[in-house]
C-alpha cells in the first residue's frame, strides 16, 4: 500500500497563496493517475486537480488560480494555489491511482480568512 504524507496547509487571507505537497512512498511517476480533491463541512468531497495519461485538469472552481505539478526526484506532486477566496476553505487531500487501486493521504486543512 503506497503511503502518501501531506503538508502545507494552513491559514491564509483572502487573495493570498499557499502551496501543498504530498510526498509518495514510490515514484510519483508510477501511478496512471495522480490528482488533489477537497472537502468543505457538509459537502461531498470534489476535485480540484488532476493529472491522468499526460493530461492535467481542474476544477471549474480554480482554474487560472491553482497549478498542480509533479517531482520526480522527490516523489512529490504538488498544488500551488493563488489567489485564494474563502470558498476554498477545505480540507485537501492528496490521491493516487495504480490499476484499480485508489490511494489517499490524511488531509491537510486550508483556511482562507481575514
Known amino acids: 500500500q503506497v503511503q502518501l504524507v501531506e503538508s502545507g496547509g494552513g491559514l491564509v487571507q483572502p487573495g493570498g497563496s499557499l502551496r501543498l505537497s504530498c510526498v509518495a512512498s514510490?515514484?510519483?511517476?508510477?501511478?496512471?493517475?495522480v490528482g488533489w480533491y477537497r472537502q468543505a463541512p457538509g459537502t461531498q468531497r470534489e476535485l480540484v486537480a488532476s493529472?491522468?495519461?499526460?493530461?492535467?485538469h481542474y476544477g471549474n472552481s480554480v482554474k487560472g488560480r491553482f497549478t498542480i505539478s509533479r517531482d520526480g526526484a522527490k516523489n512529490t506532486m504538488t498544488l500551488q494555489m493563488n489567489s485564494l477566496k474563502p470558498e476554498d476553505t477545505a480540507v485537501y487531500y492528496c490521491?493516487?491511482?495504480?490499476?484499480?487501486?485508489?490511494?489517499w493521504g490524511q488531509g491537510t486543512q486550508v483556511t482562507v480568512s481575514s
Open positions: 490521491n493516487v491511482r495504480k490499476f484499480l487501486t485508489v490511494s
Open positions: 514510490e515514484s510519483i511517476f508510477s501511478f496512471d493517475a
Open positions: 493529472i491522468a495519461s499526460g493530461d492535467t
